[in-house]
């Protein structure tokens, strides 16, 4: 059973920065790809960021020049830069693994990230 686990969340101020970390239980080399997801109450959980086993990434629109998505194959770690937070990003994190099947992926528990204004 892949487990991941979120850490790195708290409350900041606006236009502070923050990093996530998503630790493996695995070697994360396997998967095809990892991802950042976050979720509001009341709200589907929505992408956020995109690394895929070769290092191409992808981020969402509201994100784009703010957020960097990385990862350390070695530490089994995936990490998310996030700089000049502002309220709206305000939500609960969570880490994604794709193994590249379909149905298969795996979450991480989510961690709360709250932006003050």
């Known amino acids: 059973q892949v487990q991941l686990v979120e850490s790195g969340g708290r409350l900041v101020q606006a236009g502070g920065s923050l990093t996530l970390s998503c630790a493996a239980s695995?070697?994360?080399?396997?998967?095809?790809?990892m991802s950042w997801y976050r979720q509001v109450p009341g709200k589907q959980r929505e992408f956020v960021a995109r690394v895929t086993s070769g290092g191409l990434t992808k981020y969402a629109d509201f994100v784009k020049g703010r957020f960097t998505i990385s990862k350390d194959n070695a530490k089994n770690t995936m990490y998310l830069q996030m700089n000049s937070l502002q309220p709206e990003d305000t939500a609960v994190y969570y880490c994604?693994?794709?193994?590249?099947?379909?149905?298969?992926?795996?979450w991480g528990q989510g961690i709360q990230v709250t932006v003050s204004s």
């Open positions: 695995t070697e994360i080399f396997r998967f095809n790809a």
């Open positions: 994604n693994a794709d193994p590249g099947a379909p149905g298969y992926d795996h």
